[in-house]
């Protein structure tokens, strides 16, 4: 006697708005533009949520401050920039593999609560939080890191089709958001006006989101891949 198939239950609306990719925001403050050589030293990651509606709102923030490796490189320029004190006796620093693996576990915990197979890094010039991102996890020996590798939505390119800006600062006070100058180059606060200006432009593309997403039932697609190998090529 064969069993009646399970339906499949529809992907909640975190999975169904970004095909099972869970965006986190990430900023890093570094010793210098070199992912290879240059020192990470701040590390911060912004939650994303979503209500029932599909509406996108900024959420917790984990920030950790990180002590260099062994020889890294630190440019002094660099230092003005963030004001950063790496050798602070009171700079409350974790070597790299403690910061990540808090960080990473925060953002397996969400992608279970809301059903997504991956995240998906969101960044004001991504691809350098991405590049410091993915050196530390090959320097720090990291097995599970829920990152895609390469993937990740700008909110540089966002802003400016979205407001005219690709300067994080500019594009956040026309956009009618907090931007305090003093607190700038910090992670946790570059990461949090980052999330607040990534949830504006999406919210406010969510008219054609829903039409994108009543085509894309029409033509009998799924909203997100249907196993974790999909899940790979956004």
């Known amino acids: 006697m064969s069993e009646t198939p399970t339906a499949q239950a529809p992907p909640g609306p975190m999975a169904g708005r970004f095909r099972g990719f869970l965006p986190v925001v990430v900023d890093v403050e570094t010793g210098g533009f ?3 050589t240059d020192a990470l030293l701040e590390i911060a990651a912004v939650m994303i949520d979503i209500d029932a509606d599909g509406v996108l709102r900024r959420g ?3 920030c950790y401050h ?3 490796f062994e ?3 630190i440019e002094p320029a660099a230092l003005q920039v963030n004001g950063i004190d790496p ?3 009171l700079r409350p620093a974790l070597p790299e593999r403690d910061a990540l693996q808090r960080i990473f576990r925060e953002i397996r915990h969400a992608m279970r609560d809301y059903g997504c197979r991956r995240a ?3 960044g004001h010039n991504a691809a350098f939080d991405l590049g410091f991102l993915n050196a530390t996890v090959k320097r720090a020996d990291i097995k599970r890191n829920p990152f895609h590798p390469f993937s990740c939505f ?3 390119t966002l802003a400016g089709a979205g407001l005219g800006q690709t300067v994080l600062a500019k594009a956040a006070m026309v956009a009618g958001l907090e931007w305090d100058p003093s607190s700038a180059h910090s992670a946790s606060y570059d990461a949090e006006r980052t999330a607040e200006l990534f949830c504006l432009v999406c919210n406010r593309l969510r008219e054609s989101f ?3 997403q009543a085509r894309t039932l029409a033509l009998g697609w799924q909203t997100q891949p249907s196993d974790p190998e999909a899940a790979e090529e956004p």
């Open 34 to 36: 070199n992912a290879a």
């Open 60 to 62: 917790v923030t984990h």
């Open 66 to 68: 990180v002590k260099p």
């Open 71 to 73: 020889g890294a490189r």
């Open 87 to 89: 050798y602070h006796p």
């Open 120 to 122: 998906i890094l969101v």
């Open 154 to 156: 700008d909110t540089a």
């Open 210 to 212: 829903l039409d994108a």
